[in-house]
Nanobody, 125 residues
Framework: VQLQASGGGLVQPGGSLRLSCAGSGFTFHDHAVAWFRQAPGKEHEGISCISSTAARTVYAESVKGRFIISEDSATNTVYLQANSLKPEDTAVYYC???????????????????WGQGTLVTVSS
């Protein structure tokens, strides 16, 4: 199982970015995928997850209403559309996956075995 996160960059406050997590060696049909982030000096934070077959999504309060998680089964890619970005969203964003065919997901890092490398999002004017 391999995950490749991309799409980070520099964006002004109020702007948007779309992060991608491309998976290989597994399918989203029976895996849950989550996005996490870690800002300098702060704890690792689980921000969103999507269950197998996209049956369920979960969002942390810090991003609810601004971020949208989705998947494209044809390309085995999970996306995180980040809108209305704030300076406090600045962090390294990671995606993670775990075998879970039960249409559930978690934003706890202990629930995931497979991790991609991070992609840096910087929100600044």
């Amino acid at each position: 199982v391999q995950l490749q996160a991309s799409g980070g960059g520099l964006v002004q406050p109020g702007g948007s970015l779309r992060l991608s997590c491309a998976g290989s060696g597994f399918t989203f049909h029976d895996h849950a995928v989550a996005w996490f982030r870690q800002a300098p000096g702060k704890e690792h934070e689980g921000i969103s997850c999507i269950s197998s077959t996209a049956a369920r999504t979960v969002y942390a309060e810090s991003v609810k209403g601004r971020f949208i998680i989705s998947e494209d089964s044809a390309t085995n890619t999970v996306y995180l559309q980040a809108n209305s970005l704030k300076p406090e969203d600045t962090a390294v964003y990671y995606c993670a996956a775990e075998y879970n065919p039960y249409y559930a997901c978690s934003v706890s890092s202990t629930a995931y075995t497979y991790w991609g490398q991070g992609t840096l999002v910087t929100v600044s004017s």
